[in-house]
């Protein structure tokens, strides 16, 4: 992600009109997603097991199970984990601890 927005920043120097507009909008769309990987690398951790999801649901108040196929970004994004960041990465952080 970080050479997608250093390449596009690069070339946004290089264009004018439309393509810029195009390449303005991509380059918003990296940063946006860049801001997502801190909660994309704690849910995705290995080392993450049952306990570890119910440790999470528990600290959050409501029901989180990564281990669920359906469970995606966009449902994450729709629990707000993203406000609770800090918690997400606390029970990452312990169950990479344990793996």
């Known amino acids: 992600v970080e050479v997608w ?6 070339n946004l ?6 393509p810029r507009e195009v390449g303005e909008a991509l380059l918003a769309k990296i940063q946006s997603f860049q801001e997502l990987l801190p ?3 704690a849910l995705r951790n290995p080392g993450l097991k ?3 999801w119910a440790k ?3 600290d ?4 989180v199970n990564g281990k669920d196929p359906n469970f995606t970004l966009q449902k994450a994004l729709k629990l707000d984990l993203v406000t609770h960041i800090e918690t997400v990465e606390k029970v990452s952080e312990s169950a990479s601890k344990e793996y």
Do not use: I
């Not at 927005?5 to 690069?10: A, F, L, M, N, Y």
């Not at 120097?13 to 439309?18: F, I, R, T």
């Not at 959050?60 to 029901?63: E, K, N, S």
């Open 13 to 18: 120097k290089a264009v004018d009109g439309p």
């Open 5 to 10: 927005d250093r390449s596009t920043k690069k």
């Open 39 to 41: 909660l994309v690398v």
């Open 50 to 52: 049952d306990r570890h």
């Open 60 to 63: 959050l108040g409501f029901a």
């Open 56 to 58: 999470l649901s528990e």
